[in-house]
Each structure stands twice: as C-alpha cells, then as structure tokens.
C-alpha cells in the first residue's frame, strides 16, 4: 500500500479496536505485516489471535470462566500496544514525517543507554560544583562555558533518547524518574526529560511514561509540575478511549483528582489553551491594524511632539495632551488598551514580534524549542546591555522561547547599535520597572502559575513556528476540546470549574463551547436563570434562533419581569419573522423601561413589519420628539410618510437625512419618493448616487430597487415605465 492508501487504513483498524471488532483488527495488523521483516510482531499476533479463538470457542461452548473479564482486558491492552508498535514502524519504514525519519536515520540516534546518559548529567553537575570554587577570573569563565556547551550536547542526546523512545521498560522508568527527582539536577534536563515524554506520547502510548509523568505532578518544582499537567491534559484528550484498560493511571487520576492543588491547576492550564485560541486573531490584528496603523499616524504624531521643544531646556517632563487624541482619532487607543487587558489576563501578545526572530540556527534544533531560558548558563555579563534588558530576560514576560529570541537578537547587534539601545534604556526607565515589579520570577504573590503560561506559550511556538511543524500534529487544533474529554470533564465537572470555563468561553465569543458547558451546568441546576440567560444568548449568537428562544422562555418563566430577558424574547420572534408576538414583549420590556426610545423604535419597526402605518409613526414621532439624536428616527419617518401616500412629508425627511449622512439606501428611498410625485429626474439623479455609494455596482442597486417594486406600484408609479427608466440610468440619460 502507498501513504494515501496507508492512512486510511490505519484509521480503519483504530477504529475497529475501539469497538471491540478484534477479528478486524487481526487481519488489518496482518496485512501491515507483510511489509515488515519484524518476526517478534508477527510472533505477538498469532499469539493474541490463538488466544482470542480459546476465548471465543470457551465461550460459545457456554464455559463460565471467571477470569474471563480480566483475560479480555489484557488481550485488548496488548492488542492495543501491538497496534501502534506495527503502526510505527510502518512509519518508520517509510519516513513518514520528521520524527520518523530520525528514526531511520543513523547520524541522529543516541549510542548512549539512558543509564550513561543520566550518569553523564551527574559528572557534570558534580564538575559544575568544583568550578563554583574556583577564583573569579578569565580561566573560570572558559571553564565555565566549555561546561556550558557540553550541557548543550548531553541535553541533545537526552531529548533524543526520550522522544524517540521505543516502549520502556520498568528499570528505565525508574531511572529517569530518579533523574527528575534529583535536586542536583540541572533544571534544564529536567525539563527537557518531561517535554520529550510529552512528545513521545504524542506519537505512541506508553503506560510506563505515562507514570513518570504522573509522579511529576505531585512534585514542588512548579518548572517540573506544569509542564507534567500539560503534557497529561494531551495525554488523556489523545488516549481517552482506551484508558479504561489501564485501572493504574485511571488510581493515579483519581487520587489526583480529590486534591484541590491539582484541580485549580488543571483549570488553569485549560484556561490558557482556551486562551490561546485568541492568539492567531492577535498576531493578525497587530500585524495588519495597530502596526500599520502606528506607522501612518507617526509623522503626524512627531509634527505634534516639537522635537525641538520636547528636548530643550523647559517642557521636558510635560507631556503633549494632543498625542492621546492622535492615537484615539486613529482608532487604535480602544485596540491598545483591549491588548493590555489581554496581556494582563495571560494572552499572548508577543508572537507578532518575535515571529520573524525564529530563524536563528538555535532554533533548528529541536529540543531547544522546549528548554527553559537560563541566563546565567548564557553569560549575559558579557553583553554590554542594560540591566532593565538582562531583567526583563529574567522576567515572567515572555515566554522562554522569546526569551532566547530576544537575546541572539540582541548579541548580534553592532556594538554601536547597542550603545544607543542602552542610552536608550538607561534614563528615565521607572514606567518599565513598574511594569515587571510585579513580573519578577520571585514575587510570592504570583497566582497565575506564570510557569505554564509560559509554557503553553512556547508549545504554542513551536507547533506553529519549528521548521517542520506540518510533521507534527497541531495540539492547539486538535478537537475535541478538553471539556468534552471524559477522562478530563472528572476535573473539572464541579459546578465553580463548568462556570469558570463556561464563562471564559463565553467572554471570548466561544458560543458554541460556551453553550455546550452551560447546558451541562443546567443539567445539576436546571432552574438556574442565569445559565439559561447566557445559554440562551449563545444560541442566539450562532443563528439558533429558534433553540434560543425556547431557552429565553424558560428563564421567562423563573422570572416574568427580568428587563434583559423580555427584550431578548422580542427580538428572536421579530428576527423570526413573527411581529405580533414581538410586540407583545416589546409592550412588555416598554412598561419595565418607562421612555427607554430604544424600545420604542422596536415597536415601531414592529408596527411597519405589521403594515399598521399609522402607529409606526406615532412611535417614530415620539423617539423623534424625545430623542438628543433626532437622526434614527427620521429614516423610518420618512419611510413609512412614503408608504402611507405622504410624499411632501416623505421628500422632507429625506432632504434632512441626505443633507448628514446619507448612505445608498437613503438615495434609494429618497429616488422612490421623487418617482411618486413624477419627478423623473430628480428620481434618476438619486439612483446613479445610489448606484455610486455601492460601489457602483448597478447589479446591486438593481437587487435593491427589484425589491421595493411592490411599494412603488403602491404608490402609483406606472409598471411600464419601470423598465424604461432603469434603461436611462444605464444609458446614463439622467
């Protein structure tokens, strides 16, 4: 089979294990195995099929054997395991994406055990000690950084050895546990030893691995925990189905699940991911609205300043009052404070500037995507930068990968370059400070687990940045949610984590999730009005007008006089085309919110949609009246003077809507209103505008005026004269 016929294929026998159809599933190994020279594989599946045909055959002789569910469960877990090691090596066998390809190739695997391997990271931690007691000086720095780079090459293989790990075995397990739980261990090995378990596992289960990370989980080192979490949440939403035969991991997580650390971490971690939905939205709008837009409003923002003022002898602590209103006439001060409060929450906003600083040759490698940055191990010292910049490295910030991005950018500046940077930086800098006072990795009073927002967010580069990210599966795509997960909803099932979760959804205009975990919070509390309010107004967001309206009169019925809830019940039955019944609420919503002309204007529009003219304009007059802003009630005056046969009072209205700010429809109405009274070319002068304020598009002007037909022959304009006219606007005879 070729690569389009293999993939199919595998789905297929996936797909039958996970129903159980094993006969299926046999066959499907068999055939992948006549590809492969693997006499081991070919020995486990006549023996799991030998075993299956004795159960099958006990049980159809109708044999009550009591060991038989513990058999079955056995058989399905080895099955399950023979499935993805014939599926990896079919993929290994044909290269089929970047991690199998290394698989094959003889210049990337690691000759070391993992027991040398951990062995080496010892010698060098214990080599690191002695160097810390030699004199300050020039030789202890060569020493220091030769210690630097073989930390480097020991760290490469170790990563290596771990992602591209074949099933552990029980003294390997143990091996790299001891290693995580070695405080003398570097931090940085550590982290890379969970990050390649979580890559690992990505490709293939392993119950071994799966272990270890359940032991970091429980550990101090939050470095260590966090990124645990993360790499179990992918975990269980990757293997959900199958972990029913695994009672060890499904113990584990429910010991986990009773301790409140855990759970508001798992929360969080969620939080983040959810969060991290925002950001291609982010990286665009900065890309293609603020930065755009700050470069267009620079000339004029410098006029504004008076550089000459700005750097003499007075006014240097006086700030231009005009330069807020440069940025808020431009539009973006809303957008700049909305990424503010988004940075503030654990958005990230960063990606748009570091996205372009992802081609140095650090970056090719792949296991320095997920290592922690560490300045002292990059001689900082030895770069003259400012200490606000070596702070800001140090700082929660940016997150690890740009941390390194930010600091081969900044040693590859010239040393003049750099020089200006620093004058830069080095006066008046209090606001920065300010800004990572409360960013600094040490503040105590840190609740957001900065560590795996961090963490996410370097993951989140490397599945959209690493050179050969199409070789891997996007975890930031995947679907679906984690919410939906069984094996995860356990966490996060309790009514304070479905509203949390809920709620942010709902706030990032998620309405399809926000929806789905508001219902399961109504299944436990079914008379909640709040979470019918808002699973009702998700409803409405995504078009489910119907469904939405259904959920609006359940809360109508816990409370008759909620304001909010009566205006949102008109709405979907006039969206729903049914007038009569909106009305009825509008009446409703206009007695709780006495003159509120908002409603008013329903009403109106509900009175035209009911083709009683007269009370439309009662209301429109009446908004008109009461109104600061007397425009948005002229436009329905106007319309509904023009269908009641008042032409003079029509004309007016629109004479005064023109006169502001007219838009294509306008020029239309105002167009059918001279046609009524017989004036052509006054009518023909308002359709070419009209035609001109759409683009002049006289396809679109045509759909509009098709329309409105019905209404002019109403108001006695001659059908055979219809066609003639449209000819002249074409003709341009006007």
């Known amino acids: ?131 810390d007691l030699m004199e300050d ?100 939403r990757r293997y959900d189905k199958r972990l029913y035969l695994y009672p060890n991991i499904n113990n584990r997580l429910q010991y986990l699940a009773e301790q409140n650390r855990f759970i508001k971490d798992i929360r969080y971690i969620i939080l983040q991911f959810i969060l991290s939905k925002e950001t291609e939205k982010i990286t665009r709008i900065m890309t293609e609205e603020i930065i755009p837009g700050m470069m267009k409003i ?62 140095f040759p650090f970056f090719r490698e792949i296991h320095n995507w997920f290592i922690p940055f560490v300045s002292d191990s990059l001689t900082m010292e030895n770069l003259p930068i400012p200490d606000l910049l070596k702070i800001l490295l140090k700082s929660n910030l940016l997150c690890n990968s740009d941390k390194y991005s930010f600091y081969f950018s900044i040693s590859q500046m010239t040393d003049t370059y750099r020089e200006m940077m620093s004058g830069r930086f080095s006066g008046d800098s209090s606001a920065i400070r300010e800004l990572l006072q409360e960013e600094l990795p040490d503040n105590p009073s840190d609740k957001i687990h900065p560590v795996a927002r961090q963490y996410i967010q370097d993951l989140y580069r490397f599945f959209k940045l690493f050179p050969r990210h199409n070789d891997f599966d996007d975890v930031f795509e995947m679907q679906p949610d984690f919410y939906k997960i069984p094996a995860i909803a356990r966490f996060i099932s309790d009514q304070e984590s479905q509203m949390i979760i809920g709620e942010y959804y709902f706030q990032k205009n998620h309405f399809t999730e926000a929806a789905e975990i508001f219902e399961q919070a109504l299944q436990d509390n079914p008379n909640n009005e709040t979470l019918l309010q808002k699973k009702g107004y998700c409803l409405q967001m995504l078009g489910k007008l119907e469904e939405a309206l259904s959920v609006y009169l359940k809360a109508e019925l816990l409370n008759s006089n909620h304001s909010w809830t ?99 429809v306008d020029y239309l109405n105002a167009g059918h209103t001279c046609l009524a009274m017989g004036k052509n070319k006054e009518a023909l002068n308002l359709y070419r505008r009209a035609i001109n304020a759409q683009d002049d598009s006289f396809e679109k002007f045509l759909e509009s005026f098709t329309a409105d037909i019905p209404d002019l022959l109403q108001a006695g304009v001659n059908r055979d004269n219809i066609p003639i006219l449209l000819d002249c606007l074409t003709y341009g005879i006007y």
């Open 137 to 236: 000086g020039e030789e202890k720095k060569k020493t220091l950084q030769k210690m630097e780079e073989e930390r480097g090459e020991i760290e490469e293989k170790l990563f290596r050895k771990i992602w591209l790990s074949n099933l552990w075995k029980e003294d390997e397990q143990n091996l790299w546990l001891q290693a995580l739980n070695n405080k003398l261990y570097p931090i940085s090995s550590q982290c890379l030893i969970i990050s390649a378990i979580t890559l690992n596992l990505e490709e293939i289960f392993d119950e071994r691995k799966v272990q270890v990370l359940l032991d970091t989980c429980e550990q101090e080192q939050e470095e260590l925990r966090q990124r645990a979490l993360t790499g179990l949440l992918l975990f269980l």
């Open 566 to 664: 009566i205006k949102k019940l008109a709405y979907c039955y006039r969206a729903l085309k049914q007038p009569r019944e909106a009305l009825e609420y509008y009446r409703k919503a206009a007695a709780l919110n006495p003159n509120n002309l908002s409603i008013e204007l329903h009403i109106g529009h509900c009175y035209l949609e009911l083709k009683d003219y007269s009370e439309a304009l009662k209301c429109y007059f009446k908004v008109e009246y009461l109104s600061d802003n007397k425009e948005k009630a002229w436009r329905p005056i106007a319309w509904c003077s023009f269908l009641t046969g008042k032409y003079k009072e029509a004309s007016d209205y629109y004479t005064k809507i023109l006169e502001s700010n007219p838009n294509a």
């Open 1 to 131: 089979m070729n690569r389009q016929e293999l993939k199919p294929f595998f789905q297929k026998i996936t797909e039958a294990l996970e129903q159980k159809r094993l006969k299926e599933v046999f066959d499907g190994i068999n055939a992948l195995l006549t590809n492969l020279s693997n006499w081991q594989l070919n020995e486990n599946l006549s023996e799991w099929e030998d075993n299956y045909k004795r159960m099958l055959l006990y049980l159809s002789e109708g044999v009550n054997d009591p060991e038989q569910e513990k058999i079955y469960t056995d058989l399905l877990r080895s099955v399950y395991q023979l499935t993805d090691q014939t599926i990896a090596e079919i993929k290994t066998l044909e290269r089929w994406t970047y991690p199998y390809e290394l698989r094959r190739s003889p210049t990337f695997q690691v000759s070391e055990t993992s027991e040398q391997l951990i062995g080496m990271t010892d010698d060098w931690s214990g080599k690191v000690t002695l160097v």
């Open 298 to 359: 620079s000339p004029k923002l410098n006029n504004k300043m008076r550089m000459d003022e700005l750097f003499g002898e007075t006014g240097v602590d006086e700030k231009n009052p005009e330069w807020q209103n440069i940025l808020e006439e431009s539009g973006l001060s809303s957008r700049l404070q909305e990424f503010s409060e988004l940075q503030l929450e654990g958005a990230d906003v960063m990606l748009s500037s570091f996205i372009h600083l992802k081609n």
